[in-house]
């Protein structure tokens, strides 16, 4: 899952690394690659006290979304892309039916992306479940969407 961050550099400091979609979720670097290593290693922490916690993983928002926030003036934007299947917790074995053209064509593009069938699996179902929980701003997106287009969308 790619996560927004903003770096801020005052003269005399590291990068500092905020993450807006996890509020208390910050990080720093004396370089701008060692900051953006860092961001990814402070959301899978901050991703996994969640997940113990037994609370949603937010959904990340747009850049463009956060850029009208004040508190981020002036920063640098990024998008780290987190792997959260490394801290989701223990594996467990599941069996499961899928049309063989649907399988064929995630086995297809696993491959492609250098990834496994599970992997792709546990990437896909994260984000989809990050993105349709209720209460979270996608969500909401999602549900006011419809709603414009005539649809009606299941509480998401």
Known sequence: MKFPVVL??????EY????PDLPGCFSAGATV????????EAIECHVEGLLMD?????????????????DFSGGLWALVDVD??????????????LPEHLLTQIDAFAAKSGDTRSGFL??????????????????ARKRASARKNGRTAAPA
Not at 84 to 97: E, H, M, Y
């Open 54 to 70: 037994g609370l949603p993983i937010p959904a990340a928002q747009a850049v463009e979304i956060h850029r009208r926030n004040r």
């Open 122 to 139: 546990v990437h896909a179902a994260m984000e989809y479940v990050t993105a349709h929980q209720i209460g979270t701003p996608a969500a």
């Open 8 to 13: 801020h550099k005052d003269p005399e400091s």
């Open 16 to 19: 500092g690394v905020t993450v």
């Open 33 to 40: 690659e060692e900051a953006l290593d860092a961001a990814v």
């Open 84 to 97: 959260l299947s490394k801290v989701s917790g223990k594996a467990k074995r599941v069996n499961i039916t």
